[in-house]
């Protein structure tokens, strides 16, 4: 979610130089003070002013690159300065785009190539999440669905890409404030939900120790100063003496908004309206006590932003003008004090029936969740199943091939013949290897070689040397 002003989006003008950069001019977090300028830098002086900021849209960077790279145009910076705003908002600026020079102009060229791909990414990322990996995406129809470029001419940024560009994060931002109350709707009703869930927990006597401290916590929150209206005489005087330290009854209109005019851009932002009601706040929310919201001191501060809104910015840009700054000091109920302004306990931010269709909402996915998470631990069991059959077949199989090398290693331990005592051979007629004499009747001649030397050679006769 964006902070909180990014809903003035473009028109968030500090001058006619920013209020393109305005789609980026999300002020630091709600709270804290905005850093005062030095008197001799320019109140347009440079990208560092977006440095650490986010507008919480999901092309913020390429917005905020295509911006960066705009400003270092001189053509277009000039252009820029003498537009006033609805030049810009009807995209009449953005035909200047084909005056800047071809560095720029290539550099654009490069950050929508960037951007094209990164969407495709996406898609295909949330595509193969929700359906087979192998269907064919058709990119081109899928891209029109993001509306911050032109999807026909993926290759080239154009004027009708920062027309586009503008409209889009426009109307994006300026949706802010109600998507503000929404979330934090919702955020009081699960902390409601949370806290009944905890009561219904406890047994009889912890859960009226338990209520007794939340009724001193509420009682404990609800005793604080009375809070001035904003936008009030009361309330701007106690900035004029408490902040400005100046005398209260000598307060003059003119002189306090050029003092919270920070950059003296000629009118006050939402910026600057929200750092005036920090004293207002801070009477009802101390981070140091528990039984304050911080979350609530934030919807606070909108709701206090949007009551001045309504009652002083009168054209409804989103701007206070001195002029309309000097005619709300004007009206009747300016010096009304009445009954001070109504905090957020006093009007709840939803009702019973709310509630009760919230926890609906959130026992159904409570219950899709447990079912999902049942399915599965199921098959987490049914694949250690499978695994533990995977694995005693394994181990069968690594048994039967070390069964067949012991037995193949036997068999050729049989089928060796002994050594002799001194190592030689013997061979034996009941080895497979010892030749089978043939039959009596059926013996051939055979050469001298080939004929059968006796187990033990017989004894000589001895020569007779008269004989020879």
Known sequence: MPSSGAGAALLLLLSPLLLLRAVLAVPLERGAPKQESPATESPVSGPALLSSQDTGLYYHRYLQEVINVLETDGHFREKLQAANAEDIKSGKLSRELDFVSHHVRTKLDELKRQEVSRLRMLLKAKMDAEQEPNVQLDHLSLLKQFEHLDPQNQHTFEARDLELLIQTATRDLAQYDAAHHEEFKRYEMLKEHERRRYLESLGEEQR?????????????????????????????????????????????????????????????DEQELEALFTKELEKVYDPKNEEDDMREMEEERLRMREHVMKNVDTNQDRLVTLEEFLASTQRKDFGDTGEGWETVEMHPAYTEDELRRFEEELAAREAELNAKAQRLSQETEALGRSQGRLEAQKRELQQAVLQMEQRKQQQQGQNSPAPGPEGQLQFHPDTDDAPVPAPAGDQKDVGPSEKKVPDQPSELPQSDPQHL
């Open 208 to 268: 009226k120790e338990a209520e007794r401290k939340l009724e001193e916590q509420q009682r404990r929150h609800r005793e604080h100063p009375k809070v001035n209206v904003p936008g009030s005489q009361a309330q701007l005087k106690e900035v004029w003496e408490e902040l400005d330290g100046l005398d209260p009854n000598r307060f003059n209109p003119k002189t306090f908004f050029i003092l919270h005019d920070i950059n003296s851009d000629g009118v006050l």
